[in-house]
């Protein structure tokens, strides 16, 4: 009895002198749980990754054509100008191959960059994982390899990756080839930041055009499925059956390896086709946006 007076006799204590918020649960103080979305790009300086902040990527949504005209690659891919400045590019002759190694876990994913200077560029780029395992291969197609580099994001889980790029064409026609690593912890970045707001299903054997008026300088292209493999062709086209950049992409699992580039589309009267090569049980899903437009 004499527990229970004092305890009574306490409360009115409190809810007199403290009044009634004494006893109300304070909502926690504003915690800012945004994550930084600001895309990085890593060097390598004397075989170790430094982190560099990038420009934020702007797409076709952003305010503004100027934000367009200063739009930095999507997808973790770092400008191609930077690339072909900063980096060393390897020249590949015609009907030669040259391979890029990747046995650190931590490279997630690699750009490719092949161009030429001027002339037409066949060539084939696979992705190697492990001894006779080919997950993902392309042949890709450029009738000028200036004006049109070709620019695409490779995904390369699971560590012991290798990157073979083969000229096709004959030696008087040699191109030159970019790999850039990139390193994280896959929270940032990357085709996760790729967006999915238009994605089209594309049944097997169907095909899904898209225009571009001329103010559009390239347009970024997503490809993937839920898992299953995906067999496709990517066209891109200026004037009736005038392919200016074919590419024919192969991947075993579409969902740990999409595939992602960027086409430059200069001039008038463009027109991306992805044609799905697959049989009807292969559907995919394919996002095409403007990516960087004149003002």
């Given at each position: 009895?004499?527990f229970?007076?004092?305890?009574?006799?306490?409360?009115?204590?409190?809810?007199?002198?403290?009044?009634?918020?004494a006893?109300?649960?304070?909502?926690?103080?504003?915690?800012?749980?945004?994550?930084?979305?600001?895309?990085?790009?890593?060097?390598?300086v004397?075989?170790?990754?430094?982190?560099?902040?990038?420009?934020s990527p702007?797409?076709?949504s952003?305010?503004?054509?100027?934000?367009?005209?200063?739009?930095?690659?999507?997808?973790?891919?770092?400008?191609?100008?930077?690339i072909?400045?900063?980096s060393a590019?390897i020249?590949?002759?015609?009907?030669?191959?040259?391979?890029?190694?990747?046995?650190?876990?931590?490279?997630?994913?690699?750009?490719?960059?092949?161009?030429?200077e001027?002339?037409?560029?066949?060539?084939?780029?696979?992705?190697?994982?492990?001894?006779?395992?080919?997950?993902?291969?392309?042949?890709?197609?450029?009738?000028?390899?200036?004006?049109?580099?070709?620019?695409?994001?490779?995904?390369?889980p699971?560590?012991?990756?290798?990157?073979?790029?083969?000229?096709?064409?004959?030696?008087?026609?040699?191109?030159?080839?970019?790999?850039?690593e990139?390193?994280?912890?896959?929270?940032?970045?990357g085709?996760?930041?790729?967006?999915?707001?238009?994605?089209?299903?594309?049944q097997?054997?169907?095909?899904?055009?898209?225009?571009?008026?001329?103010?559009?300088?390239?347009?970024?292209?997503?490809?993937?499925?839920?898992?299953?493999?995906?067999?496709?062709?990517?066209?891109?086209?200026?004037?009736?059956?005038?392919?200016?950049?074919?590419?024919?992409?192969?991947?075993?699992?579409?969902?740990?390896?999409?595939?992602?580039?960027?086409?430059?589309?200069?001039?008038s009267?463009?027109?991306?086709?992805?044609?799905?090569?697959?049989?009807?049980?292969?559907?995919?899903?394919?996002?095409?946006?403007?990516?960087?437009?004149?003002?």
């Open positions: 009895m004499k229970t007076a004092n305890l009574l006799a306490l409360c009115v204590f409190q809810s007199t002198v403290l009044g009634t918020s006893f109300v649960v304070k909502a926690p103080n504003a915690v800012n749980t945004k994550l930084d979305a600001t895309p990085y790009s890593y060097q390598f004397n075989g170790d990754a430094v982190k560099t902040a990038s420009v702007q797409g076709p952003a305010t503004g054509s100027s934000a367009l005209n200063k739009a930095s690659p999507a997808g973790g891919m770092t400008p191609v100008e930077d072909w400045k900063t590019p020249t590949v002759q015609g009907g030669s191959l040259r391979t890029w190694s990747f046995s650190d876990p931590a490279v997630e994913r690699v750009q490719v960059l092949l161009k030429t001027g002339r037409p560029l066949n060539a084939n780029v696979e992705l190697w994982h492990g001894p006779d395992n080919t997950p993902q291969k392309m042949a890709v197609y450029l009738e000028d390899g200036s004006l049109r580099p070709f620019n695409c994001v490779l995904e390369t699971n560590g012991q990756n290798a990157i073979a790029v083969r000229n096709t064409g004959f030696m008087e026609f040699p191109l030159s080839a970019c790999v850039l990139e390193v994280g912890d896959g929270s940032s970045g085709l996760a930041d790729v967006p999915t707001a238009a994605l089209k299903t594309v097997g054997g169907a095909i899904f055009t898209t225009p571009f008026a001329s103010p559009v300088n390239s347009v970024r292209i997503l490809l993937k499925t839920d898992g299953r493999p995906m067999s496709a062709r990517i066209e891109l086209l200026q004037g009736p059956s005038n392919n200016k950049q074919v590419m024919e992409i192969y991947t075993e699992d579409g969902l740990t390896r999409p595939f992602y580039c960027v086409l430059e589309t200069p001039g009267g463009n027109v991306v086709r992805i044609v799905n090569a697959a049989t009807m049980e292969y559907p995919l899903v394919a996002s095409v946006e403007p990516y960087v437009m004149d003002a």
